[in-house]
């Protein structure tokens, strides 16, 4: 079976994660999809960052939260990865949409943070990646069903998948409409427990393992049926 490989936060092994950068990289690579951590700014401005604060992979300080997009903007995202890259910003949702928009990758934003997404902030990003061709190409990944159901109130259509970390988690599954669902777990969790993977694929659940760098993982993810990895490694490098 051949894998389909999605780039955990771009290609992150090569370029600094989150960024256009390594969002170029990865379609360069062959990638089939990238998945991206998306927050709000002050402004309520969708923004491409993993951690709620700002210390680990920008120059600036303090809460995502608590910055708008003008502050954001002038922040360098690059350097600390390598200084090659400085000058990376934060990119904005919609910078990734243009970025995405003349290839044929798909897209998995994950939502981070479900306390600061307002029922406005949600109904405007599930008009945006409702129009085409996101409606078609995104998977919107969350650890929080709860926020994942507020979503499923303003888009039947959009697919949402839930993340899992443990076999705690992978009950919650069964509270939620299979219809244009999928769920992202981790790999070990599948490998420990393949029954997992036969079970969801008997009732046509797509099922995404996170996050594989070993190849020899891979291959047994591959022999239990699972088609699609979200990888920090781009195996072409």
């Known amino acids: 079976m051949t894998l389909e490989f999605i780039a955990h936060r771009g290609a992150s092994s090569l370029a600094p994660e989150n960024t256009l950068a390594a969002f170029r990289l990865a379609i360069s690579n062959g990638v089939t999809g990238i998945e991206f951590d998306l927050q709000l700014s002050a402004d309520d401005v ?31 995202a690059g350097s600390w990865f390598d200084p090659k890259f400085v000058g990376q910003e934060i990119p904005t949702l919609q910078q990734v949409l243009e970025l995405a928009k003349d290839t044929t990758i798909d897209l998995y934003p994950e939502l981070k943070y479900a306390q600061f997404w307002s029922e406005n902030a949600l109904q405007n990003l599930v008009k945006i990646l409702s129009s085409p061709p996101w409606q078609k190409r995104t998977k919107i990944l969350a650890f929080d069903p709860d926020l994942l159901e507020r979503i499923r109130r303003y888009s039947q259509s959009l697919i949402l998948g839930l993340n899992i970390a443990n076999g705690d988690e992978f009950k919650k599954i069964s509270r939620y409409s299979r219809k244009n669902m999928i769920l992202s777990a981790h790999y070990s969790l599948l490998l420990q427990h393949p029954q997992i993977v036969t079970d969801l694929s008997e009732q046509g659940i797509e099922i995404i393992a996170w996050t594989v760098d070993n190849r020899e993982d891979m291959q047994q993810l591959a022999d239990l049926g699972v088609q699609k990895i979200i990888s920090n490694r781009i195996f072409s490098e």
């Open 46 to 76: 969708p923004v491409v960052i993993h951690d709620a604060g700002l210390e680990r992979t920008t120059d600036g300080s303090g809460r995502v939260r608590d910055r708008d997009l003008a502050y954001l903007k002038q922040l360098d």
